[in-house]
T-cell receptor
Framework: AQSVSQHNHHVILSEAASLELGCNYS??????LFWYVQYPGQHLQLLLK??????LVKGIKGFEAEFIKSKFSFNLRKPSVQWSDTAEYFC??????????FGTGTRLKVLA | NAGVTQTPKFQVLKTGQSMTLQCAQDMNHNSMYWYRQDPGMGLRLIYYSASEGTTDKGEVPNGYNVSRLNKREFSLRLESAAPSQTSVYFC??????????FGAGTRLSVL
């Protein structure tokens, strides 16, 4: 069965620090990968997605993610975080079915 | 553009009461989904509808029923609410393999 692991449950950073959130999935075939963000009190919004091609994907708000097939990973990065990036971040995988599998989320707090 | 609209935004129920959560999307998407979000557990799929006229169980379907009324609307019903169903419920829709669009959520408390 597919699964998604986000090992960092809580991350606290100062503004301007670099961010990397881990995401690992278990599925041997072709996958589509996503990162979503949920700002406090709001619904999930799509940050970026990977279907195929260049494994380095750029999304909105300066976020990017790198797909490393050999490591079954899709880590999210941002070179310099801002206070407004405080949110919960979810990784999700879709393996050609109608269902997405979501990770348990990583809560990011950015200190001003 | 409304996107995905959920009603109500908040609801408090007593154990044993029933209610229906409504969801409508105006993007002409084929697939619609109901998730629940609980602290530390991420989003878990309750039911989904791959297309109008079809519904399927997700990861945590017990205690829920759904109706795909038409292409736009996908409702979630709790027949006899239990405290374990206290959660935030999100509806989502999707076309093909693109990312999902989420509604604003319904915060439900069952006392």
């Amino acid at each position: 069965a597919q699964s998604v692991s986000q090992h960092n449950h809580h991350v606290i950073l100062s503004e301007a620090a670099s961010l990397e959130l881990g995401c690992n999935y278990s599925y041997g075939g072709t996958v589509n990968l996503f990162w979503y963000v949920q700002y406090p009190g709001q619904h999930l919004q799509l940050l970026l997605k990977y279907f195929s091609g260049d494994p380095l994907v750029k999304g909105i708000k300066g976020f990017e993610a790198e797909f490393i097939k050999s490591k079954f990973s899709f880590n999210l990065r941002k070179p310099s975080v801002q206070w407004s990036d405080t949110a919960e971040y979810f990784c999700a995988v879709n393996a050609g079915t109608y269902k997405y599998i979501f990770g348990t989320g990583t809560r990011l707090k950015v200190l001003a | 553009n409304a996107g995905v609209t959920q009603t109500p935004k908040f609801q408090v129920l007593k154990t044993g009461q029933s209610m229906t959560l409504q969801c409508a999307q105006d993007m002409n998407h084929n697939s619609m989904y109901w998730y629940r979000q609980d602290p530390g557990m991420g989003l878990r799929l309750i039911y989904y509808s791959a297309s109008e006229g079809t519904t399927d169980k997700g990861e945590v379907p017990n205690g829920y029923n759904v109706s795909r009324l038409n292409k736009r609307e996908f409702s979630l019903r709790l027949e006899s609410a239990a405290p374990s169903q206290t959660s935030v419920y999100f509806c989502a829709s999707r076309q093909g393999q693109a990312g999902e669009y989420f509604g604003a959520g319904t915060r439900l408390s069952v006392l």
